[in-house]
C-alpha cells in the first residue's frame, strides 16, 4: 500500500549532515501515527553520501533511496523525487536542516484541517541569513510577483507539503528548467502556510554559491514572464526615440552653424545605444536557449538505481514528464 505521507530529500554531497537530518527527521516521522517514507535522491555526489545513505537505510525502513545516474541539480532532483513518490501528501525538505523537520506535523495538520493542497513553510526569521541574502531575496520574490502575475510567498522556498493532486499536476507539465517556487503558486490550488525561524546549516557547505543563485534567478524570470521581452522592446522605443531627437539637433545645429567636434557626446551616444541593443539581444537570447532546450526534449535526470525496485535501466527508465514534448 502508499503511504500516506512522503517526505523528498535532494542529497548532493551532504556526508556530514545526513546523520544529524536522521536523528531529528525520523523521530518527528515516527510519531506522526501515520505511514510514511523517506525519498532521499541522491544527485550524483561525489562524496560518500551514497554509502551513508545504504547504512541509514539498514537500519531506517521507512527510507527509500533514489540514485541519479549524474548530477542534475537541486531544482530537477526535487523534480526526480515527487516523480517517485507515492504518498497522498508530499512533503519537500532540503538535507541541511536550516528548515526544520518539526515543522511537518503543523503542515499535515494545517492541510488537513483547511484542505489545503499546499502548505509552504514561510521563514518568519532568517537572521542567520547575510543582510545581502535576505534584501536581495525579498526584492526578487517581489520582483517576480509583478513580472509574472503569480502569488509566490515572500521567504518561502523550496520547504512545503503538497496533495497527491498537486503532485500530479507538477509531473505533468513538460516544462524544463523549472523553479518549483514559482510552478506551485502558478497552479493556484488552494494554499496555507505555516512560519518557522531559518536555522543555519547544520554541518557542510552550501551548495547554493551565487553563480547558481543568478542561474536560478535567470529560470524563474524567463520561465514565468514575458515582461523583459516588453522591457526590450520598451528599450528599443526609447533609444530610437533618443536617437532621432540626436539626429534633429545634429541637423538644426548645423544648418545654424554652431557645430562643434564632438568626440566625447559621439562615443556616449553610440555607447548607449550599443549597451540597449546587448541587452535586448541577451534578454532574447535567454528565451530562445530555453525554446531550443524544449525542442530538444533533453530529460533533465535518470534514474539509476531505487532501493525499493532495484537498479533501474536506460531502456527500462520511463522518461521524466519534462522532457515529453507538448
Not at 538535507?95 to 488537513?112: G, H, K, T
Request: net charge neutral; hydrophobic share 45%.
Amino acid at each position: 500500500m502508499s503511504p500516506e505521507l512522503s517526505i523528498v530529500i535532494p542529497v548532493y554531497n551532504e556526508e556530514d549532515v545526513l546523520p544529524l537530518l536522521a536523528a531529528r527527521l525520523r523521530p518527528v516521522a515516527d510519531a506522526l501515527d501515520t505511514t510514511y517514507e523517506v525519498v532521499a535522491v541522491d544527485d550524483g555526489s561525489s562524496d560518500s553520501s551514497p554509502v551513508v545513505l545504504q547504512r541509514m537505510l539498514r537500519e531506517w525502513p521507512q527510507l527509500r533511496i533514489v540514485r541519479l545516474r549524474a548530477n542534475a541539480g537541486h531544482q530537477a532532483a526535487i523534480s526526480a523525487g515527487l516523480a517517485s513518490a507515492r504518498g497522498g501528501y508530499v512533503v519537500t525538505l532540503d538535507a541541511d536542516l536550516q528548515d526544520p523537520p518539526e515543522v511537518i506535523p503543523e503542515m499535515l495538520a494545517q492541510a488537513r484541517a483547511h484542505g489545503a493542497d499546499v502548505v509552504y513553510g514561510v521563514r518568519s526569521d532568517r537572521s542567520t541569513d547575510s543582510v545581502f541574502k535576505r534584501l536581495s531575496a525579498r526584492a526578487f520574490y517581489r520582483l517576480i510577483r509583478v513580472l509574472s502575475g503569480t502569488r509566490a510567498q515572500v521567504d518561502a522556498g523550496d520547504y512545503r507539503l503538497m496533495s497527491r493532486a498537486t503532485v500530479n499536476a507538477i509531473n505533468a507539465l513538460p516544462e524544463h528548467h523549472r523553479v518549483l517556487r514559482f510552478v506551485v503558486p502558478a497552479l493556484g490550488f488552494p494554499s496555507a502556510s505555516v512560519t518557522y525561524r531559518r536555522d543555519e546549516r547544520a554541518a557542510g557547505k552550501s551548495k547554493y554559491p551565487l553563480a547558481k543563485m543568478i542561474r536560478l534567478s535567470l529560470d524563474s524570470v524567463t520561465g514565468f514572464s514575458t515582461a523583459p521581452l516588453r522591457a526590450a522592446t520598451w528599450l528599443g522605443l526609447v533609444g530610437g526615440a533618443a536617437a532621432f531627437l540626436l539626429l534633429a539637433y545634429a541637423l538644426v545645429a548645423s544648418a545654424s552653424g554652431h557645430t562643434l567636434p564632438g568626440w566625447t557626446s559621439t562615443v556616449v551616444a553610440v555607447a548607449g545605444v550599443g549597451a540597449v541593443q546587448l541587452l535586448c539581444l541577451g534578454i532574447l537570447g535567454e528565451y530562445v536557449g530555453r525554446m531550443y532546450a524544449h525542442l530538444q526534449a533533453r530529460p533533465t535526470y535518470f534514474v539509476a538505481y531505487d532501493s525499493l525496485t532495484g537498479p533501474v535501466t536506460p531502456a527500462d527508465e520511463p522518461l521524466p514528464a519534462e522532457s515529453r514534448r507538448a
